[in-house]
């Protein structure tokens, strides 16, 4: 049984949670530069895949979708299945069944950052940069956390909504931060292994024009 067939069976009925969406819009208008000078603040907890269940492709997501209708609070299988769809060429079903997970989520839960911060990164390999821009700064506001994911990660959604200012300001923040990792494009492939070569290629563009004008910070 094909995914989306399966996810619209288990989840008849539930209404697309405003959660994430909503958001878009508010993150086109608002100005987002650096609060912090630095960013040293590890995230293992939050930059990591959400994963319940072990498997891969429609067995995997069977085994998720009993979880969810035995569990309709099965929030991490609700993820990941999420995640599931949005990659799958099901974005429809990825955003209800993120927007399920999310809701049942509160900004103290343990789900909550590395939910919104897969969500972010699903919705940019779809090409929708605006809400992959809300997903982030919804962590970036949810708590004082200023974390080294941050800086290349919002460089390179706004230098994709054409927002170059901005992302140069954050492509700083992380040079100010780490200048042995940041100050070239040659460590790319270490320091952010999940990325793909055409955005590391992307980040790559924001470093130069960083190099061509630093800009001051404060």
Known sequence: MQLRKLAFTALAG????????????????????????FYFDEEPRTTRPVVAVEGSGDPLA???????????????????????????????VGHELYGRAIAQLDTNNA??????????????????????LA???????????????????FALVLWQLDRKVEAVQWYAA????????WNGADQYPVLLPDWSVDDRAILAEVQQAWQADPPDWG
């Not at 590395?114 to 809400?131: F, H, I, M, S, T």
């Not at 997903?135 to 990660?153: F, K, Y």
């Not at 992380?174 to 990792?181: E, K, M, N, Q, S």
């Open 62 to 92: 069977q085994k998720l979708l009993k979880e969810i209708q035995r569990n309709p609070r099965a929030r991490a299988e609700t993820a990941q299945l999420a995640h599931m769809a949005m990659a799958g060429g099901r974005p429809q």
């Open 174 to 181: 992380a040079v100010r931060t780490r200048p042995d990792r």
């Open 135 to 153: 997903q982030w700064m919804t962590l970036l506001q949810s708590r004082r956390v200023d974390a080294d994911w941050m800086p290349p990660t």
């Open 111 to 132: 789900l909550y950052r590395p939910v919104l911060w897969n969500y972010g990164w699903d919705l940019y390999r779809l090409g929708d940069y605006d809400a992959a």
């Open 14 to 37: 539930v209404v697309l949670a405003a959660a994430g969406l909503s958001g878009a819009a508010a993150a086109q208008g608002a100005t987002v530069v650096p609060t912090s000078e």
